[in-house]
C-alpha cells in the first residue's frame, strides 16, 4: 500500500511538471524575468554601448526633475488612453452590441464581423492602410472624397489634429473587444424582461436605459480596467502611422520609453521610466479593482436567469 | 375592463404556423384559462394579445377597437410570467413602480398606489429587497402586483404558478382568483395545469396544435368533450380509449359486442370511459387485477381484460383487491363516450352498455 501512495505522488508530481512546468517557464521568462531586469537596468548607466559602469540613482532623479518633454507626453496619455476609451473601446463598443443585436441575427454579425476586420488584419497592413487614407495630398482616401468629391479644403489629420488621429486609429480595433463582451451579455439577458419591459410601457430607448444598460455594469466595469490598461502600454500603431510625430504631439509614454531606450539608446534611462510604467499599470489595476469591485466580477456570472 | 374579440386571429412564422385563424370572444370581466399542451400556441395567443407579438392576420380587438398595430406600451395590460421577469436591479418597490414611472404618474400618487398594491398581494413588508432576495412565491406576488399597479384593463397571467411548490401554488390559485373578482379584469390564464384552469377560470378554452378544440365551462369540458383530445387531455388519471369498429347496432371490440343503447354509429369508433365511471360488480366484464395504486383518499386499479387495459378509480374505503384477483365490471350507459376516430368528434347522443 505504502509503495502504491508513494507513486501515486511521484506521478502527481510528474503531472504537476507536465502540465504546468511549460506554462511557468514561459511566465518566468517572458513576464517575471524582464521586470527583474529592467529594475536592474535602471540602476545603471547603460547607454548606447551597452556598457554599466556605475550604479545609479541618475535615471529617476533625471525623470523626476530632468525631462522637460515628460509634461507634454503625460498630458499626451491621458487624452489618448480617456479619449479612445471614452469614444470607442467603451461607448461605441457599446453602441455596436446593443445596435447588432437589435437587427435580425445575420445582419447583426455580419456587422459585427466587419468591425472584427481591423483587429484580425496585420498591424503593418492596417497602419498602411491608415497612411494611405489620411495622406494630406488629393491622393488620400479621405481626401479623394471631401476634397475630390464634396469639393472640400485639402484635410491633413496627422498635422491638425493628431491626437484624435491616434484615437481613431486605435479605437477602430479596440472597439471590437468591447462590442463582443457586450453583445453576448446582452445575449445573456432573459428575454422575458425585455417583454415585460414593452408591457409595462417602456419606449425602445428605455428598454435599453432600464433593462439592458443596467445589466451590463460588470462587462462595462471589466472592459474599462482592460482595456485602460492595454492601451496605456500599446504604441505599435502609433508608432507604424505617425511615429509620435509631428515633433512630439502623438508621442504617448509607452512610444516616449521606447524611443528614449532604443532610438536615443538610452537604456537605462528607457528601463527606469518603465518601471514607472509598470508601477503605474500595477496601481491603476489595483485602484480599479477596488473601486469597480472586480473582485465580484470574477465571481459566479451576476446576470441573473430564471 | 374590456372586452377582447379575436377574429381569424393567426400568427405563423415562415412556414411554421404557431396559431391557426381564431375566433374568440371575452366578455368584459371574465376569467378565462387557455388550456393546452407545450407548443399549442397558448403563449403565442397571449403575446399577441400583450403586443409582444404582431398576429399574422386576422383582427384582435378591445372594447371593439382593432389594436393589432397598437404597440405593447400603449395597450393597458398587465402580464405575468413564468420566469416572474422582475428587474433583477431593481428593488420590489421600484420594480412595482416601474409601470407608473413610464406612465409620467404623478410621484405622490405613484408612491400611494406602490403601497397600495404591495399591501395588497402581500410583499408590503419586503419593498427594499431586491428580486433575487425573495422566495419563488413572493417574486411571483410581486410580480403580480406590477401588473396589476397600473389597473390594466386586461390581466394576462403565463404558467403563472407552474414554478411553485404545490401547496404555495394552492394559496396563489385562491388568491388570484379572489383579486381578479374583486378588481373585475378581464383576466386570461395560460396554462397547461387542468387543475389550475378547472379551478380559476369562469371558462376554459382548450387548444392544440394551435387550433381551439372545445370553449367551455369545466364541467362542460369534462362531462362532454367535443372531440378525443380534450377527452384524453382532461381528466387524470386519463380516460380509458378502446377502439372498435361499429356494425349492426353494436360496438366490436375484439370478440365482445357492446350494443348501442341509442342512436348508433357505423366504422372506427373510439370509446371512452372515465376511470371513476367503472365500478367492481358480481357480473360483467371480467379482468384481472394487473396493478393496484393507492392513491390516499382513492385507490387506482390497473385490470387486464379481453378489450384491453382498464384504469379503474375506485374510494379507498371500499373493498380492496391484490393482484391477480378476478373480478367484474361494470359500466352506465350515460357514462360512455363514443369519439369518430377519422373525425375525431364526439358522437353526439350515442351510448353503449354492456350486453
Known sequence: ?306 | MARIELEQVSKSWGDVVAVEPTDLVIEDGEFVAVLGPSGCGKSTTLFMLAGIYAPSGGSLRFDGQVVNEVEARDRNVGIVFQSYALYPHMTVHDNILFPLRLSKMPRSEAMAKVERFAALVHVDELLDRRPAQLSGGQQQRVALARALVKEPKLLLLDEPLSNLDATLRLTMRTEIKSLQRRMGITSILVTHDQMEATTIADRIICMSKGRIEQIGSPDDLYLRPNSLFVASFIGAPPINLVEGEAENGALYVSETRLPFLNGGAMGQVTLGIRPENISFAEDGLAGTVAAVEPMGRETLYILRTPIGHFSVLQTSSTKRYEVDASVNLQFAAEDTLLFDRASQKRLDGVQVHLP
Open chain 1, 1 to 306: 500500500m505504502a509503495v502504491g501512495r508513494n507513486a501515486m505522488q511521484a506521478r502527481q508530481r510528474a503531472n504537476f511538471i507536465l502540465f504546468l512546468g511549460p506554462a511557468i517557464v514561459l511566465l518566468f521568462l517572458f513576464f517575471i524575468a524582464p521586470v527583474v531586469v529592467d529594475i536592474a537596468i535602471a540602476f545603471t548607466d547603460m547607454g548606447p554601448t551597452l556598457r554599466v559602469t556605475e550604479f545609479t540613482t541618475a535615471n529617476f532623479e533625471r525623470f523626476l526633475s530632468g525631462d522637460r518633454r515628460l509634461a507634454q507626453v503625460a498630458v499626451t496619455t491621458l487624452l489618448y488612453v480617456l479619449g479612445t476609451l471614452a469614444i470607442f473601446n467603451v461607448t461605441y463598443g457599446l453602441l455596436l452590441a446593443i445596435m447588432t443585436t437589435s437587427i435580425n441575427d445575420r445582419a447583426g454579425s455580419f456587422f459585427r464581423a466587419i468591425w472584427l476586420l481591423p483587429r484580425m488584419s496585420p498591424s503593418v497592413v492596417y497602419a498602411l492602410l491608415w497612411a494611405w487614407v489620411i495622406d494630406p495630398t488629393e491622393f488620400g482616401l479621405l481626401n479623394q472624397v471631401t476634397h475630390g468629391v464634396m469639393g472640400l479644403p485639402l484635410i491633413d489629420l496627422m498635422n491638425d489634429t493628431p491626437v484624435l488621429l491616434i484615437i481613431i486609429l486605435n479605437g477602430f480595433i479596440g472597439a471590437s473587444m468591447g462590442m463582443i463582451i457586450f453583445t453576448s451579455a446582452i445575449r445573456a439577458i432573459p428575454e422575458h424582461l425585455y417583454h415585460a419591459a414593452r408591457v409595462d410601457g417602456a419606449s425602445g430607448w428605455q428598454v435599453v436605459r432600464h433593462v439592458t444598460l443596467p445589466s451590463l455594469r460588470w462587462p462595462l466595469s471589466f472592459i474599462t480596467v482592460y482595456q485602460a490598461l492595454s492601451l496605456l502600454v500599446s504604441f505599435e500603431y502609433i508608432w507604424l502611422v505617425t511615429n509620435g510625430g509631428p515633433f512630439y504631439d502623438t508621442t504617448v509614454y509607452a512610444l516616449y520609453v521606447y524611443k528614449r531606450a532604443f532610438e536615443n539608446g538610452q537604456y537605462a534611462y528607457g528601463a527606469a521610466m518603465a518601471l514607472v510604467l509598470v508601477a503605474i499599470g500595477i496601481a491603476a489595476a489595483l485602484s480599479m479593482w477596488r473601486f469597480l469591485d472586480m473582485k465580484s466580477l470574477l465571481q459566479p456570472p451576476r446576470i441573473e436567469v430564471h
